[in-house]
């Protein structure tokens, strides 16, 4: 029986009509861009995470450079990032005329950690922007206790983490500004790319929306130099559609992961993902750690389960950042993108699957 990573065709499947049904309304209203679509999901979007303001945008990258250019810094200011996660979260920051710094993340569950943090900032720094990796928030307290202090701004990378909550408040209306993507493999996703920014502030969330449309406050009347970057009607519809989804398809994704946590544990070699217990974890991915990580990996596409790394080699190591010449021996990002592997998971799996990635695990570790 093989095990799909992501099956979008089969979710496509299971939401067909309701699908089929908004790209056809889409069209034959030629609500292509702007209009109703857009405005119903973010909407929808902002009540379901209960935040004032969501704004669309083209993706999740330009979701975070938007917001970072709305805080209207002084060029060349430093932005702290973690050293694990997309290259989108720091490319946002150069992108904006800023400089990366890297701090290190918790070996438990991979987000950023205040102290490490701490240890980074300096007078030149202005922002932190806290990824809730994989699904798992962040510890937003201390982290938005330390921008109180030194007076910098928090911005949230949610683009793995819809639903996600910390402590029962949903990620996306904690920090100032918060960045999501709908790329189609997250865990909502659009039929092509997508974003949204969001935030309870009425005043950065009006900068944002301008920003994202041409400096825009009427049709051809521009208080500022904007850019192009809009969610389209098309993807909204989809996303609405998907949206009502989106608990049931996540409850799947934690029962699951329980699933994992539950069979797989006692295994020497094998490291498990540490749910917080203030955490809601989305489990947008479901890693272990395991210095074994190749060997694992073929054996379990052997067995036709498909694995991903997340990340291969981590953002220091990168040669786009070779320049920031930060490669700590001792930090923790350097030591552990070899050893991390994702498992598969998400709504598309049946028990029986998901039963089969744990027997084969165990296979690999316990067989003699
Ligand atoms: C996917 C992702 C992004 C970028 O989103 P796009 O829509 O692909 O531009 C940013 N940050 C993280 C952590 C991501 O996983």
Same mark, same amino acid.
């Given at each position: 029986m093989p095990v799909k990573f992501l099956?979008?065709?089969?979710?496509?499947?299971?939401?067909?009509?309701?699908?089929?049904?908004?790209?056809?309304?889409?069209?034959?209203?030629?609500?292509?861009?702007?209009?109703?679509?857009?405005?119903?999901?973010?909407?929808?979007?902002?009540?379901?995470?209960? @935040?004032?303001?969501?704004?669309?945008?083209?993706?999740?990258?330009?979701?975070?450079?938007?917001?970072?250019?709305?805080?209207?810094?002084?060029?060349?200011?430093?932005?702290?990032?973690?050293?694990?996660?997309?290259?989108?979260?720091?490319?946002?920051?150069?992108?904006?005329?800023?400089? @990366?710094?890297?701090?290190?993340?918790?070996?438990?569950?991979?987000?950023?950690?205040?102290?490490?943090?701490?240890?980074?900032?300096?007078?030149?720094?202005?922002?932190?922007?806290?990824?809730?990796?994989?699904?798992?928030?962040?510890?937003?307290?201390?982290?938005?206790?330390?921008?109180?202090?030194?007076?910098?701004?928090?911005?949230?990378?949610?683009?793995?983490?819809?639903?996600?909550?910390?402590?029962?408040?949903m990620v996306g209306g904690i920090g100032?500004?918060?960045?999501?993507?709908?790329?189609?493999?997250?865990?909502?996703?659009?039929?092509?790319?997508?974003?949204?920014?969001?935030?309870?502030?009425?005043?950065?969330?009006?900068?944002?929306?301008?920003?994202?449309?041409?400096?825009?406050?009427?049709?051809?009347?521009?208080?500022?130099?904007?850019?192009?970057?809009?969610?389209?009607?098309?993807?909204?519809?989809?996303?609405?559609?998907?949206?009502?989804?989106?608990?049931?398809?996540?409850?799947?994704?934690?029962?699951?992961?329980?699933?994992?946590?539950?069979?797989?544990?006692?295994?020497?070699?094998?490291?498990?993902?540490?749910?917080?217990?203030?955490?809601?974890?989305?489990?947008?991915?479901?890693?272990?750690?395991?210095?074994?990580?190749?060997?694992?990996?073929?054996?379990?596409?052997?067995?036709?389960?498909?694995?991903?790394?997340?990340?291969?080699?981590?953002?220091?190591?990168?040669?786009?950042?070779?320049?920031?010449?930060?490669?700590?021996?001792?930090?923790?990002?350097?030591?552990?993108?070899?050893?991390?592997?994702?498992?598969?998971?998400?709504?598309?799996?049946?028990?029986?699957?998901?039963?089969?990635?744990?027997?084969? @695990?165990?296979?690999?570790?316990?067989?003699?």
């Amino acid at each position: 029986m093989p095990v799909k990573f992501l099956d979008l065709y089969s979710q496509y499947l299971s939401i067909k009509k309701d699908i089929d049904l908004a790209i056809e309304t889409v069209i034959k209203e030629s609500a292509f861009v702007g209009g109703r679509h857009v405005q119903e999901f973010e909407s929808n979007f902002a009540q379901f995470l209960q @935040v004032n303001h969501c704004i669309g945008v083209g993706n999740g990258t330009d979701a975070l450079e938007i917001a970072i250019n709305s805080c209207d810094f002084p060029l060349g200011s430093e932005i702290i990032v973690p050293g694990n996660s997309f290259i989108a979260t720091s490319e946002a920051v150069t992108r904006s005329g800023h400089r @990366v710094v890297f701090a290190d993340v918790d070996p438990e569950c991979y987000t950023l950690t205040s102290a490490s943090v701490a240890s980074k900032i300096t007078p030149c720094t202005v922002a932190i922007i806290a990824v809730h990796i994989y699904g798992h928030p962040c510890e937003m307290d201390p982290l938005m206790d330390l921008c109180k202090e030194h007076n910098l701004l928090l911005i949230e990378d949610c683009a793995q983490a819809h639903g996600a909550e910390y402590y029962g408040r949903m990620v996306g209306g904690i920090g100032h500004l918060a960045a999501f993507s709908f790329y189609p493999g997250k865990n909502l996703g659009a039929y092509g790319d997508g974003g949204a920014v969001t935030s309870q502030d009425p005043d950065r969330a009006k900068l944002v929306r301008m920003i994202a449309n041409h400096g825009r406050i009427g049709k051809y009347d521009h208080e500022l130099e904007g850019r192009n970057s809009r969610l389209d009607g098309m993807q909204a519809a989809i996303l609405s559609v998907k949206l009502s989804h989106l608990q049931t398809w996540t409850k799947r994704r934690i029962e699951i992961a329980d699933y994992y946590l539950k069979h797989l544990t006692g295994i020497e070699e094998l490291i498990l993902p540490v749910r917080k217990p203030w955490a809601r974890q989305v489990y947008h991915l479901f890693v272990v750690r395991t210095e074994r990580r190749d060997q694992l990996k073929a054996f379990l596409a052997d067995r036709q389960i498909e694995t991903g790394i997340h990340y291969p080699i981590s953002l220091p190591k990168l040669q786009a950042y070779a320049y920031v010449g930060d490669l700590e021996p001792s930090a923790f990002y350097n030591s552990t993108d070899s050893t991390l592997l994702s498992l598969p998971i998400g709504e598309h799996m049946c028990q029986e699957q998901v039963e089969l990635v744990v027997s084969e @695990v165990r296979n690999f570790f316990l067989a003699k």
